[in-house]
């Protein structure tokens, strides 16, 4: 990892970027979890065969863009942002944020630009199996002035954040023990109750982001609100997580039919409840 890291900084960007994209290519060529990506596209059935002939390429070409980026340290790279203005919206309220993410874009990238801008920015995310790998990534948070707290602890860290009216990150598109099902672009998948369930314990802002490659190698950078949904007057707890993780989760299925091809779930056995992937 370290030695790939030297060569892509040692690389002009718009050429990493297109070295990136042939890696990718070799890998959809090669077939590198191509029957897992097919049974996902497949089990969703929102686009039919032509269409996943078009999209399913540019997917895996995306994704060696990513992790060039990913790789790459010091500048950023050029991007615009809509709705900057809403992370003082959610300062203002006081009672802390939760930035629901997903695997889409470039996630790491959020923490680069915003570790040192907000009111502190903490991230939770799962320890890699590779102690080596582990240091090393956490480096690369730990430069930008992000705090990372892990799973073990998460619920924990992630209340002691918002009491002290922070932001904290969480992907929340993943198959965990301690997910919940719930329906995710039309289908049921477990879903990461921590965000819902905070939210409604708590009071936090919801504050969903994304950001995407474009074309020219630029990022585009989207923020939203999510303000809580209606509730009926009979709504016990759990209902109310509930529709807090439906919202959440429709959230991001609508960003992935508008953009399939930069969803990094689909590489991931994201339906295994209800789907055999041997």
């Known amino acids: 990892m370290r030695s790939a890291e030297i060569i892509i900084n040692l690389t002009p960007r718009p050429i990493a970027l297109k070295l990136g994209a042939l890696l ?9 979890y191509k029957k897992i990506v097919e049974k996902n596209f497949d089990h969703v059935g929102l686009w039919n ?7 399913i390429p540019k997917l895996y070409r995306n994704m060696g863009r990513y992790i060039t980026d990913f790789l790459r340290k010091g500048k950023e790279p050029p991007y615009r942002v809509d709705n900057e203005e809403l992370l003082d919206v959610c300062s203002v309220r006081g009672k802390g944020t939760i930035v629901v993410l997903a695997h889409f874009g470039n996630w790491e990238l959020l923490a680069s630009i915003w570790g040192t801008k907000v009111n502190k920015l903490n991230v939770v995310a799962m320890p890699m199996k590779n102690p080596l790998v582990e ?14 707290i892990y799973t073990k602890n998460a619920l924990r860290g992630m209340l002691m954040a918002l009491k002290k009216n922070e932001f904290t990150a ?29 939210i409604q314990k708590t009071g936090a802002t919801a504050l969903p982001v994304y950001a995407i490659l474009q074309d020219d190698g ?17 709504d016990d707890e759990e209902a109310i997580i509930t529709k807090i993780q439906t919202q959440h989760n429709d959230i991001l299925s609508e960003w992935i039919k508008q953009h399939p091809e930069h969803w990094f779930g689909w590489f991931h056995k994201r339906f295994k409840r209800h789907l055999d992937y041997k």
């Open 24 to 32: 990718g290519q070799t890998l959809y060529v090669c077939g590198v």
């Open 49 to 55: 065969e032509s269409e996943k002939k078009r999209i």
């Open 135 to 148: 240091k090393w990534v956490h480096g690369k948070r730990d430069a930008t002035g992000v705090n990372t």
């Open 170 to 198: 969480i992907l929340i598109d993943q198959s965990l023990k301690m997910g919940t099902p719930a329906q995710f672009l039309g289908k049921t998948a477990d879903t990461v109750r921590t965000a819902a369930g905070l």
């Open 218 to 234: 630029s990022y585009y950078i989207y923020i939203s609100i999510a303000e809580p949904p209606k509730f009926d007057s009979d």
